[in-house]
């Protein structure tokens, strides 16, 4: 909160100067499928403030696009980007509708500058209410949180959750499930905080407030914000995983005297999103980059560098300082990074749906890691990160039971990190070529982040 309020404050004193300068140098974006063979080449020059490489990088990862290469630079008060990007299949980005977007919203000044929409985060939606939970994970606690919404009438609409060393956030978007429309009455807020207070409390300090002050803009940026966590740490490196690439993050963080910037290198595992994650932590850090570039490798990992100065321009003056830069940006990079079964359930959108899968994981003996849910047009479509919690394979047969129990939902095996370099799984999974999608029948987990308790819960209207 302290950091936000001096955001504010500086925002405050040069308001007026900073919207003559946006009014006189208007961001200008270039989208170029001639520059490169293999990649579409994205192009922002913008006025330069803090947040907005951040702003940039946003649009791109909501789109789902891959970053393969890119370079950043600020010179003075002016601003330079440049992406090279294509789609999840490696193509180049041709789609009319999808380059509009791109060059629309990253010419539109108040995606950069949020307050020219006067709003701090996210504004109350009409549309749902927000609830907000983090804390200490342990098994079954979705289940039970999922149940106790599906009792008080709420109909989750979306949701994302995060665990990483053991412990855990969620942004959960309901709506009630008779009306369809954000819940707004203040009693029923209270009593669904109170229903839920009582579930989580005995296991940790619970806490419950409403408001849009302490909502972010962004669902991803906001689950940062809440698993921020300064002693950082990460789980012990996979050796299975140290033969396929870059498993374990390495950050490095030197000074560069000569130029008063503090040098970042950040090589780990390529993934989605990578670059987003990183330069979200730097941002909400109180951090500047300066100049930086990223490219993937060809061994599957991927290298950040990065030059940067705090806000208040200084440089990292201390080692502690400088410890707690790695460790946040360590945390950051692996809290999204879920080993083990990606499952895919998609079928028609029911109210107490979501209860009833988490219910029928909890009761197979499955942990969630991670989750991303998201209900439309009567659809849901869910994907869970599952693990055994004693971190042992999980057997075929517990696939076939889930499957049986769910009934008609259609089940996929997005992702299964047994089906290269390991016969015995792929003959256990039963499935010719099993990769990064396939159908649900085989031994697919071995890691595991114990579920304990929530210690904040939030709810917004």
Not at 67 to 86: C, E, P
Not at 108 to 136: C, K, Q
Not at 208 to 225: M, P, T
Not at 413 to 418: D, L, R, W, Y
Request: glycine fraction near 8%; aromatic fraction near 6%; hydrophobic fraction near 40%.
């Amino acid at each position: 909160m302290a950091l936000m309020a001096a955001a504010a404050a500086r925002m405050d004193d040069h308001d007026e100067y900073a919207k003559l300068v946006r009014g006189m140098n208007p961001p200008r974006v270039v989208i170029d499928n001639d520059a490169s063979d293999d990649a579409t080449v994205i192009r922002v020059d913008s006025v330069n403030s803090h947040g907005t490489l951040l702003a940039v990088v946003q649009v791109i990862a909501d789109l789902n696009l891959v970053i393969r290469k890119a370079y950043f630079s600020s010179d003075g008060s002016w601003f330079m980007d440049v992406f090279n990007v294509t789609d999840r299949d490696g193509n180049k980005v041709v789609d009319a509708p999808t380059i509009s977007y791109i060059q629309k919203t990253l010419e539109a000044d108040d995606w950069y500058y949020p307050e020219a929409r006067n709003t701090v985060g996210i504004v109350p939606s009409e549309e749902y209410t927000s609830i907000e939970l983090t804390g200490t994970d342990r098994p079954g606690l979705l289940s039970e949180v999922c149940a106790v919404l599906a009792v008080m009438g709420c109909a989750v609409q979306s949701a994302e959750l995060w665990t990483h060393n053991t412990r855990v956030a969620a942004v959960v978007h309901v709506t009630d499930a008779e009306s369809g429309g954000a819940i707004e009455d203040a009693g029923r807020i209270a009593d669904i905080s109170a229903r839920l207070g009582n579930l989580l409390r005995g296991q940790s300090d619970v806490r419950a407030g409403g408001g849009a002050g302490s909502l972010a803009q962004h669902k991803e940026r906001r689950l940062h914000q809440m698993m921020f966590d300064d002693r950082g740490g990460h789980a012990a490196p996979d050796a299975e995983a140290d033969a396929a690439g870059p498993a374990r993050t390495e950050v490095s963080v030197t000074a560069c005297a000569e130029r008063g910037y503090t040098a970042v290198v950040v090589r780990c595992r390529d993934r989605p999103k990578l670059l987003f994650d990183t330069v979200c932590t730097i941002t909400d850090m109180e951090y500047v980059v300066h100049h930086g570039t990223v490219s993937a490798e060809p061994s599957g990992g991927a290298y950040q560098e990065y030059y940067i100065r705090h806000v208040d321009g200084h440089a990292v003056r201390c080692e502690a300082e400088r410890q707690r830069l790695v460790r946040c940006l360590e945390a950051a990079i692996e809290r999204r990074t879920a080993e083990g079964l990606e499952l895919e359930v998609r079928t028609g959108d029911r109210a107490g749906l979501l209860s009833d899968i988490t219910r029928i994981f909890r009761e197979n003996g499955l942990t969630i890691r991670r989750a991303e849910i998201s209900s439309s047009g009567g659809k849901a479509v869910d994907t869970f990160y599952l693990s055994d919690p004693q971190g042992h394979p999980v057997e075929a047969k517990t696939i076939e039971a889930i499957r049986a129990q769910v009934g008609e939902a259609t089940l996929r095996v997005k992702n299964n990190p047994f089906a290269v370099g390991d016969d015995a799984a792929r003959k256990d999974a039963g499935v010719a070529g099993a990769g990064t999608t396939a159908f649900i029948f085989g031994n697919l987990f071995k890691f595991y982040r114990p579920f304990q308790s929530f210690s904040l819960v939030k709810l917004y209207s």
